[in-house]
C-alpha cells in the first residue's frame, strides 16, 4: 500500500480506481446506492474542505490551500462558476431540483418532501452553494433515498439565522433532489476534475 502524495489529487483519483474496481459488483447485488453513499462523503468532502479558502472565521490547519496554490486556485474558479453547464451538469436536460423554503422535514420523508415546492435548478446558481449543501448534508447524515426500488437521492440542510445575541436560529432546510444517475455523474465529474487541469478552463466567466 503506497503513501498517497497528497490528499487533494492522489486522494480522488484512488477513489475513482475504487469506485470503478468495486462498481459492477455492488450492482449486482443491488447495492450500488449504497457503495455511493459509502464513498462520497470521503471522495467529495477531502478535496473541498482541504482546497477552499480560508476566511476570517475557519481556515483548514493543514494549508494544503497554500501549499498546492495551483489546485486551489482551479477549486475557486469552479466554485465560482454555473454549476448547470459545468463539467459538473454538463447538459440543460438534467434531474437536479431544489426546494429552498422547507418549514420541516420531521416523521420521515413521505411525509414532507411531497409538499415541497421543487424547481429545476436555476441556470445562475453557482457551484459553491451547491457544493456547500452536499457538505452538510453528507457531514451531518441528511441524506434520503426515494422511491423503492431508489430512484432519487435527497439532500438536506439546515438553514440558520444569526440572532441579536449572536448564536444560530433554525429558520428552515433546503433540499435537493436528483436521480441517483445523475448524482453519480456528478461525483465522477468532481473526481475527474482534480486529474486533468484542462477540464477547469470551459466557456463559462
Known amino acids: 500500500m503506497t503513501a498517497y502524495a497528497d490528499f487533494t489529487n492522489d486522494f480522488p483519483r484512488r477513489c475513482l480506481e475504487v469506485l470503478d474496481a468495486v462498481s459492477s459488483g455492488a450492482a449486482a447485488n443491488g447495492r450500488e446506492i449504497t457503495l455511493l453513499f459509502m464513498s462520497s462523503s470521503a471522495r467529495f468532502l477531502v478535496p473541498f474542505e482541504r482546497l477552499k479558502s480560508d476566511t476570517s472565521n475557519s481556515e483548514h490547519p493543514f494549508g494544503d490551500n ?19 453547464g459545468s463539467v459538473l451538469c454538463p447538459s440543460n436536460s438534467h434531474s437536479w431540483h431544489c426546494a429552498k423554503k422547507v418549514a420541516s422535514v420531521e416523521c420521515g420523508l413521505d411525509s414532507w418532501l411531497p409538499n415541497t415546492d421543487l424547481k429545476a435548478f436555476s441556470k445562475d446558481r453557482q457551484v459553491a452553494s451547491i457544493l456547500t449543501l452536499f457538505r452538510n448534508a453528507l457531514a451531518h447524515g441528511n441524506i434520503y433515498t426515494v422511491d423503492d426500488p431508489i430512484r432519487e437521492l435527497a439532500f438536506v440542510k439546515e438553514v440558520t439565522s444569526k440572532q441579536a445575541n ?40
Open 66 to 84: 497554500k501549499r498546492y496554490g495551483t489546485a486551489a486556485a482551479r477549486s475557486k474558479d469552479m466554485l465560482r462558476k454555473k454549476f448547470v
Open 166 to 205: 449572536m448564536t444560530c436560529k433554525r429558520v428552515g432546510f433546503e433540499v435537493i433532489r436528483v436521480s441517483h444517475e445523475d448524482f453519480l455523474r456528478f461525483i465522477r465529474a468532481w473526481l475527474g476534475f482534480w486529474q486533468d487541469p484542462a477540464e477547469c478552463a470551459g466557456s463559462q466567466p
